[in-house]
Nanobody, 128 residues
Framework: QVQLVESGGGLVQAGGSLRLSCAAS????????MGWFRQAPGKEREFVAA????????NYADSVKGRFTISRDNAKNSVYLQMNSLKPEDTGNYYC?????????????????????WGQGTQVTVSS
């Protein structure tokens, strides 16, 4: 059974930083593209960032480009999201997810339908 566990969320002031982690069990992540999504209260879940299985490719939502960095450590079976210059609009529950197919990478990885396993999320709150 595949399990993804996010950590690293919390309360931070605008302009601050957080680093989210996503640890996996039951699946070796090195063959799978990974994504981060977020959902704010009353809003739909939205794409944040994705990284290809080999780490060679990344994709970011325009709203976080230049502020967030996605990375992975396949030896630790983990994916990370470094978030800098945080804004109140970054507030939400952040989820990591793993693509449904091995070694798949395309612009589709901005879409939630590509992912078949999701973590429970970690809350990020940015105060103004």
């Amino acid at each position: 059974q595949v399990q993804l566990v996010e950590s690293g969320g919390g309360l931070v002031q605008a302009g601050g930083s957080l680093r989210l982690s996503c640890a996996a069990s039951g699946r070796t992540l090195s063959s799978y593209t990974m994504g981060w999504f977020r959902q704010a209260p009353g809003k739909e879940r939205e794409f944040v960032a994705a990284i290809s299985w080999n780490g060679d490719n990344t994709n970011y939502a325009d709203s976080v480009k230049g502020r967030f960095t996605i990375s992975r450590d396949n030896a630790k079976n983990s994916v990370y999201l470094q978030m800098n210059s945080l804004k109140p609009e970054d507030t939400g529950n952040y989820y990591c997810a793993t693509d449904r197919a091995k070694t798949y990478w395309s612009s589709d990885n901005r879409m939630s339908f590509r992912y078949n396993y999701w973590g429970q999320g970690t809350q990020v709150t940015v105060s103004s």
